[in-house]
């Protein structure tokens, strides 16, 4: 790559970096709907697991094996619950992140209605985000179990610490709470992006990295990676139209807090506007 497609950038622009370390009002609000829900979903579950539990017998938890297989017959079947959580969680968080965009941005994009494209790409993520959640709850909640009777607890002594120890403190809080987190930020990026594409200034989008040292190695390296809107990020050598993007495998995504950011002609020199608008990939920090 030349030197000047590399260079620091020089603009006029102030340039807003902001990155995903707290949720914006929009967001928030997006963020609590698909707590509240999720956590909502999980009650018949949790209610299943319960009863299952009180009548158990101990051999029921001789192992990690066998307790899965008999909570993964309890979680079977649930997708269709928790679809529709994903799915309005993903259209409000769509709506946030364009909502976002525009304020931050000053960018001239209808944010109260989400493009049916945007809406199509989060259609086709929720039956993979719902039976990714359903694969955590069951791993959890045997994980849990199985702890739980290695302590030598009795079968009445696990029924009383479950609601606490597992529903409340663990699938009700950390697990509910982090997949409505990665859920509102990728859509909320997702909303973002569609607001960049609307937006007729906006000629690319930089990657930008959480910058706190707690990131993965391969969006650390994709910090400052800037494409055409209209083109996909490098990172790991998977291709995302965008941080967070829905589409790609979890691991990419899940607890992500990197954020895309526009990139206007005047935020680059003329080599480094040229070479972004024929497709190619440049770094510009």
């Not at 769509?94 to 525009?102: L, T």
């Not at 790609?248 to 972004?276: H, K, M, Y």
Request: net charge negative; hydrophobic share 35%.
């Amino acid at each position: 790559m030349c030197q000047a497609c590399t260079a620091p950038i020089q603009t006029a622009r102030k340039r807003r970096l902001l990155t995903k370390q707290d949720l914006s009002p929009e967001e928030r609000e997006a963020f609590e709907f698909m707590l509240s829900e999720y956590r909502d979903a999980l009650q018949p579950i949790e209610s299943d697991i319960e009863r299952w539990v009180a009548g158990a017998d101990p051999d029921d938890l001789r192992s990690l094996e066998s307790i899965r297989e008999r909570i993964g017959l309890l979680t079977d079947g649930r997708v269709d619950e928790f679809t529709p959580v994903f799915r309005e969680g993903g259209r409000r968080g769509a709506e946030a992140g364009r909502a976002v965009a525009a304020r931050r941005h000053q960018l001239e994009v209808a944010f109260d209605i989400v493009p049916d494209r945007t809406l199509d790409r989060i259609d086709d993520w929720v039956d993979e985000a719902a039976g990714s959640t359903l694969e955590t709850i069951t791993e959890d909640a045997t994980r849990w179990l199985r702890g739980a009777h290695e302590d030598g607890l009795s079968i009445d002594e696990i029924a009383d610490r479950l609601n606490d120890e597992l529903f409340e403190g663990r699938l009700e809080d950390y697990v509910a709470e982090r997949a409505a987190r990665t859920s509102t930020i990728s859509t909320s990026n997702t909303g973002s992006h569609s607001a960049f594409e609307d937006a007729d200034s906006v000629v690319g989008e930089e990657w930008l990295a959480a910058g706190d040292g707690r990131m993965r190695d391969d969006h650390a390296a994709a910090d400052g990676q800037v494409v055409a809107v209209d083109q996909s990020f490098e990172v790991g050598g998977i291709y995302l139209e965008h941080p967070g993007d829905p589409s790609a495998p979890v691991g990419q995504i899940a607890n992500c807090r990197c954020v895309p950011n526009p990139i206007f002609a005047d935020d680059l020199t003329e080599e480094q506007l040229e070479a972004v608008l024929e497709g190619e990939r440049i770094w510009i920090r």
